[in-house]
């Protein structure tokens, strides 16, 4: 390979590795949390009643769509559709607020509670329930942060898409980019089921 | 370093056509980022030997000698943190490795060169935090550099900060493995196929899959202390229902394989500089080339062996163990290729050879200390001792840290057009070799007589051997500060180095010296394979 052609194949192979290690990372906590579920099955399952389901769910789909639209931004910058490239990207960052904003909601509503890290409730109760909200903030806390990452880089690429140094020839920045978005997507979707729905 | 001696070799130093600072610490050629990683390292392997000499040195006598038990505490932890995560993980990889893969492969740069420019910033961002957690808060972290609930999150000295910083050299080490990987993959020259990438490269690519699905364990695991102490979220206090044990399996899912972080690149090195100094080809190449990807498949699977004492299953422990012992068959492999890839050499013993037989000696006794270790029964009888202490450092210092100065001797001519004086490197290696020896199998006899590690003070019949062993550190000390003069001085006077004095057959023999900032004039077409002396012209 030349190092005068830009090399997308390469590009794309190195956000894959990457992403590999995000779902690692994220792996780290899903393994404490099934080791964790067998050992307190029943206090894992009274946590997960007191979550509320409304701003799960809403919260599920918003990001659903969010991914759609990063996806079809992709097709349009292909297309060379920079106008509908721009739209669909704010779409994507506008989606990736309201989630946000949602779990401010959610998690207040549970911090006014008092369920929340080393609250006096916590400690008091039973030993598992502190460790299923403990685990709870710690997952919803670590994929808030890759959402707001998510939310700079669509940000970063689409003044890039502006200022047309990424367009239908050049746009491997903006697969990657999107590629990283369905990755805090993908998290969300196992993140979902196993605090909101299972239990 | 001074630049203004350098620049004038030409290469390069100065083809890019600028100057000073910015020139370097912006500058995404492969090559000047090595050489900022090694003068990096290189800084901060000198704080770890000072660190290590000072420890040997409180423990010259029973009883407090130089420094008080807190202070001893945290002599040991940053020990441990400065040699582990800021010399011997990045030490071969990042500068050798960014100074010699793409030129093995045949490329004029690595797959994302501003991206190897970013992991070099937060290598230095992290080193930097790491420093400042020794100096700010509470004082430097006193937990041992594996940080072990439940102290590192009760404990008030400034673990918190020190855990970032080694959080964000952990990202810096990702980025470099994928930056390595997607070179290899996409950036080979024509005709550099798979089985005729070099071994150093190989091991390489090894050194970065290990990087890439391990790293990612501690990241999450340094984050889960940090959260610990800020936030109490009690996932690892079994008064909150957690399990301390839960920390150390996931601690060590990767800290053990980052041992082969460490040791593979060092026998990367001893599988390019065995055949150059025995004038012959590398005996099992593709052995050599499968046992470096066996060793970091196997070696992810071995971290129990850590927790033997620490209540497991029984079962556990014997799956663990067994684990543990497959790794001997691909390490053994290397070792025996080796040895037999000198058989009838015709063997010339200049200092990269010198660094690269006792690499092999060393790894061996380090090796087989290993298995005294890997066994439950007999590492019952020495877990936490100063066996386990002499054990490690036959490894890492014996094995990757040999390996890292034969690399340099071998290799650093090629960069900087000039060459070391040939008898002070001599002389400083059998200084090394001798006092490493003395210090390190001292070490394991105390252990085996029950001298535990981490310990301030000891009974009286250590004494005698607390004290051989910290001569032993002098020695060594002493041949180190040797070796370093004499390449620091030879580097930048010392006589010319040009052409291919060494022989050798891989790709960066065949450009100038220093090579120019683009590596090759135009791409090479790759004919034979890294070992064939003959095939690439050499005599």
């Known amino acids: 390979m030349s190092h005068l052609e830009k090399d997308a194949f390469g590009a794309k192979l190195g956000m894959w590795l990457f992403l590999f290690t995000e779902i690692l990372l994220f792996g780290g906590v899903f393994l404490l949390y099934s080791v964790y579920l067998a050992k307190y099955p029943k206090e894992f399952g009274l946590g997960g009643k007191q979550l509320d389901l409304v701003y799960g769910a809403t919260n599920t789909v918003v990001l659903l769509t969010s991914s759609l639209f990063a996806a079809m931004s992709v097709t349009a910058i292909k297309r060379g559709a920079k ?13 990736a607020f309201i989630f946000l904003f949602i779990k401010y909601l959610e998690w207040s509503a549970k911090i006014h509670h008092g369920i929340y890290p080393n609250s006096p409730k916590l400690i008091e109760g039973p030993p598992g329930e502190s460790i299923f909200f403990g685990l709870y903030y710690l997952t919803t806390g670590l994929h808030g942060i890759h959402v ?44 979902f089921p196993l605090y909101y729905l299972i239990l | 370093m001074s630049q203004e001696t350098a620049t004038a070799e030409g290469g390069f130093w100065s083809d890019s056509g600028k ?22 390292v290189l800084s901060f392997f000198m704080v770890g030997v000072l660190l290590g ?49 793409p030129i093995q492969l045949g490329a004029r740069d690595v797959a994302f060169p501003r991206v190897n420019l970013f992991s070099w910033w937060l290598y230095v961002i992290g080193a930097v935090i790491v420093l400042v957690s020794l100096f700010t808060g509470g004082g430097a972290p006193d937990t041992g550099w594996t940080f072990y609930v439940p102290f590192s999150a009760r404990t008030t000295t400034n673990v918190s900060l020190a855990v970032f910083g080694v959080f964000i050299l952990g990202f810096s080490s990702i980025l470099t493995g994928i930056n390595f990987v997607t070179t290899i993959h996409r950036m080979r020259a024509p005709g550099m196929t798979w089985t005729r990438i070099p071994l150093f490269t190989w091991s390489l690519y090894a050194t970065a ?65 065995i055949p150059v100094f025995s004038r012959k080809p590398i005996f099992g190449y593709k052995m050599i080339a499968f ?48 040895v037999s890839t000198m058989y009838k050499g015709s063997i010339s013993l200049e200092a990269p050879m010198l660094f690269a037989l006792s690499f092999i000696l060393l790894f061996s006794i380090g090796g087989l200390s290993g298995l005294i270790l890997g066994a439950a029964s ?42 070391y004086e040939e008898k002070p490197a001599i002389i ?96 090479p077409v790759v004919t034979h394979g890294p070992y064939d002396f003959k095939g690439a012209g050499v005599p």
């Open chain 1, 83 to 95: 106008k509908a490239t721009l739209s669909l990207l704010t779409g994507t960052i506008g989606c």
């Open chain 1, 148 to 191: 707001i990452i998510g939310s700079v880089l669509m940000a970063w690429t689409a003044v890039m898409v502006q200022r047309e140094v990424l367009h239908a020839g050049d746009n491997v920045t903006l697969e990657n980019v999107t590629l990283y978005w369905h990755l805090v997507d993908l998290v969300w979707i196992f993140i």
């Open chain 2, 19 to 40: 100057t000073g600072i910015g020139s370097w610490i912006f500058s995404t050629d492969h090559k000047r980022i090595g050489l900022m990683y090694l003068y990096c």
């Open chain 2, 53 to 101: 000499v000072l420890i040997r040195l409180e423990l010259i006598a029973p009883g407090p000698t130089i420094v008080t038990a807190q202070t001893y505490n945290a002599l040991f932890t940053v020990h441990g943190v400065v040699m582990i995560f800021l010399f011997i993980i990045p030490g071969i990889p990042a500068s050798f490795g960014n100074l010699v893969l």
């Open chain 2, 209 to 273: 899959w290990v990087q890439i699905l391990a790293t990612p364990i501690i990241a999450i695991t340094l984050l889960l202390v940090v959260t610990e102490r800020i936030l109490g979220l009690g996932l690892f206090d079994p008064s909150r229902g957690g399990d301390p044990i839960m920390f150390q399996h996931m601690f060590w899912i990767y800290s053990h394989p980052a041992v082969y972080i460490m040791i593979l690149p060092g026998m990367g090195v001893i599988s390019d500089i």
């Open chain 2, 291 to 338: 046992s470096s990807l066996a060793i970091a498949a196997a070696g992810s699977a071995v971290w129990g062996h850590h927790m033997y004492t620490s209540g497991m299953s029984d079962l556990g422990v014997m799956v663990f163990s067994f684990l543990t012992f497959l790794v001997a068959i691909p390490s053994a492999i290397k070792v025996f290729n080796w």
């Open chain 2, 378 to 419: 007999t590492d019952i009888h020495v877990h936490d001792t100063h066996f386990v202490v002499g054990h490690f450092h036959y490894v890492m210092f014996g094995g990757t840290g040999f390996a890292f100065f034969a690399a340099a001797h071998y290799w650093l001519p090629k960069y900087f057009g000039r060459r």
């Open chain 2, 428 to 523: 400083g290696w059998v200084l090394m070799f001798i006092g490493f020896n003395v210090l390190y199998f001292t070490m394991q006899v105390l252990g085996m007589e029950g001298m535990p590690r981490r310990y301030y003070d000891y009974l009286p019949e250590f004494a005698r051997l607390n004290f051989v062993a910290t001569v032993g550190s002098w020695i060594m000390v002493a041949g180190i500060l040797i070796v370093l003069w004499n390449l620091w001085r030879g580097l930048l006077k010392g006589e010319p180095f040009t052409g291919n004095p060494w022989g050798g057959a891989t790709l960066e023999w065949s450009i100038p010296t220093p090579p120019p900032t683009e590596n090759f004039e135009e791409d």
